[in-house]
Nanobody
Protein backbone atom coordinates (compact mmCIF):
# COMPACT_ATOMS: atom_id res chain seq x y z
CA UNK A 1 0.00 0.00 0.00
CA UNK A 2 1.48 3.28 -1.13
CA UNK A 3 1.53 6.09 1.39
CA UNK A 4 2.69 9.67 1.01
CA UNK A 5 2.67 11.64 4.24
CA UNK A 6 3.31 15.37 4.25
CA UNK A 7 4.49 17.34 7.25
CA UNK A 8 5.95 20.73 8.10
CA UNK A 9 3.02 22.99 7.38
CA UNK A 10 1.86 25.67 9.76
CA UNK A 11 1.28 29.35 10.33
CA UNK A 12 4.04 31.77 9.38
CA UNK A 13 4.31 35.52 8.92
CA UNK A 14 4.85 37.05 5.53
CA UNK A 15 8.51 36.96 4.61
CA UNK A 16 9.10 33.82 6.63
CA UNK A 17 10.11 30.31 5.64
CA UNK A 18 8.83 26.78 5.99
CA UNK A 19 10.20 23.41 4.95
CA UNK A 20 7.70 20.77 3.92
CA UNK A 21 8.55 17.09 3.94
CA UNK A 22 6.86 14.15 2.29
CA UNK A 23 7.69 10.62 3.39
CA UNK A 24 6.94 7.85 0.91
CA UNK A 25 6.40 4.16 1.57
CA UNK A 26 5.04 1.17 -0.32
CA UNK A 27 6.69 2.08 -3.63
CA UNK A 28 10.15 1.97 -5.16
CA UNK A 29 10.76 5.62 -4.46
CA UNK A 30 13.78 6.01 -6.73
CA UNK A 31 11.58 5.02 -9.70
CA UNK A 32 9.19 7.88 -9.16
CA UNK A 33 9.25 11.55 -9.94
CA UNK A 34 7.73 13.71 -7.24
CA UNK A 35 5.68 16.83 -7.42
CA UNK A 36 4.37 19.40 -5.00
CA UNK A 37 0.96 20.93 -5.65
CA UNK A 38 -1.21 23.33 -3.71
CA UNK A 39 -4.85 24.19 -3.50
CA UNK A 40 -6.27 27.36 -2.03
CA UNK A 41 -9.95 27.65 -1.03
CA UNK A 42 -12.15 28.02 -4.08
CA UNK A 43 -9.29 27.42 -6.50
CA UNK A 44 -8.10 24.50 -8.54
CA UNK A 45 -5.12 22.45 -7.51
CA UNK A 46 -2.00 23.92 -9.08
CA UNK A 47 1.50 22.70 -9.75
CA UNK A 48 4.24 24.15 -7.54
CA UNK A 49 7.42 22.16 -8.16
CA UNK A 50 8.62 18.87 -9.61
CA UNK A 51 11.72 16.72 -9.42
CA UNK A 52 12.87 13.84 -11.58
CA UNK A 53 13.36 10.34 -10.19
CA UNK A 54 17.08 10.89 -9.66
CA UNK A 55 16.88 14.53 -8.64
CA UNK A 56 18.64 15.48 -11.84
CA UNK A 57 15.98 17.90 -13.07
CA UNK A 58 13.76 20.26 -11.16
CA UNK A 59 11.20 22.77 -12.35
CA UNK A 60 8.88 25.27 -10.78
CA UNK A 61 5.77 27.30 -11.30
CA UNK A 62 6.62 30.87 -12.22
CA UNK A 63 4.92 32.09 -9.06
CA UNK A 64 7.43 30.33 -6.80
CA UNK A 65 10.58 30.35 -8.91
CA UNK A 66 13.50 31.76 -6.96
CA UNK A 67 11.68 31.37 -3.63
CA UNK A 68 10.97 27.62 -3.38
CA UNK A 69 13.38 24.71 -3.75
CA UNK A 70 12.43 21.08 -4.22
CA UNK A 71 14.84 18.30 -3.30
CA UNK A 72 14.74 14.59 -2.57
CA UNK A 73 16.57 11.91 -0.64
CA UNK A 74 16.35 8.51 -2.32
CA UNK A 75 17.87 6.80 0.71
CA UNK A 76 15.35 8.21 3.19
CA UNK A 77 12.50 8.07 0.61
CA UNK A 78 11.60 11.68 1.18
CA UNK A 79 10.96 14.78 -0.88
CA UNK A 80 11.23 18.29 0.48
CA UNK A 81 9.98 21.73 -0.39
CA UNK A 82 11.92 24.63 1.06
CA UNK A 83 9.75 27.74 0.92
CA UNK A 84 11.28 31.16 1.48
CA UNK A 85 9.93 34.70 1.26
CA UNK A 86 6.42 33.46 1.83
CA UNK A 87 3.48 35.71 1.13
CA UNK A 88 -0.26 35.50 1.81
CA UNK A 89 -0.73 34.29 -1.77
CA UNK A 90 1.10 31.09 -0.81
CA UNK A 91 -1.60 30.13 1.67
CA UNK A 92 -2.99 26.76 0.62
CA UNK A 93 -3.06 23.07 1.36
CA UNK A 94 0.14 21.59 -0.04
CA UNK A 95 0.20 18.07 -1.46
CA UNK A 96 3.00 15.82 -2.60
CA UNK A 97 2.38 13.39 -5.43
CA UNK A 98 4.23 10.63 -7.27
CA UNK A 99 4.34 9.48 -10.87
CA UNK A 100 6.82 7.22 -12.66
CA UNK A 101 10.22 8.60 -13.58
CA UNK A 102 9.57 12.14 -14.88
CA UNK A 103 7.66 14.94 -13.25
CA UNK A 104 4.84 16.83 -14.94
CA UNK A 105 2.73 19.94 -14.48
CA UNK A 106 -0.57 18.11 -14.85
CA UNK A 107 -1.96 16.78 -11.55
CA UNK A 108 -4.04 14.20 -13.42
CA UNK A 109 -0.87 12.43 -14.50
CA UNK A 110 0.13 11.53 -10.92
CA UNK A 111 -0.64 8.12 -9.51
CA UNK A 112 -0.35 8.71 -5.78
CA UNK A 113 -1.18 11.60 -3.47
CA UNK A 114 -0.65 12.54 0.12
CA UNK A 115 -3.34 13.92 2.39
CA UNK A 116 -1.95 17.44 2.36
CA UNK A 117 -0.54 19.87 4.89
CA UNK A 118 -1.91 23.35 5.54
CA UNK A 119 0.31 26.38 5.03
CA UNK A 120 -1.06 29.71 6.21
CA UNK A 121 0.86 32.94 5.69
CA UNK A 122 -0.30 35.97 7.63
CA UNK A 123 0.29 39.49 6.37
Amino acid sequence: QVQLVESGGGLVQAGGSLRLSCAASGLTFRHYAMGWFRQAPGKEREFVAGIRWDGGTTFYADSVKGRFTISRDNVENKVYLQMNSLGPEDTAVYYCAARPWYSDYNPKSYDYWGQGTQVTVSS
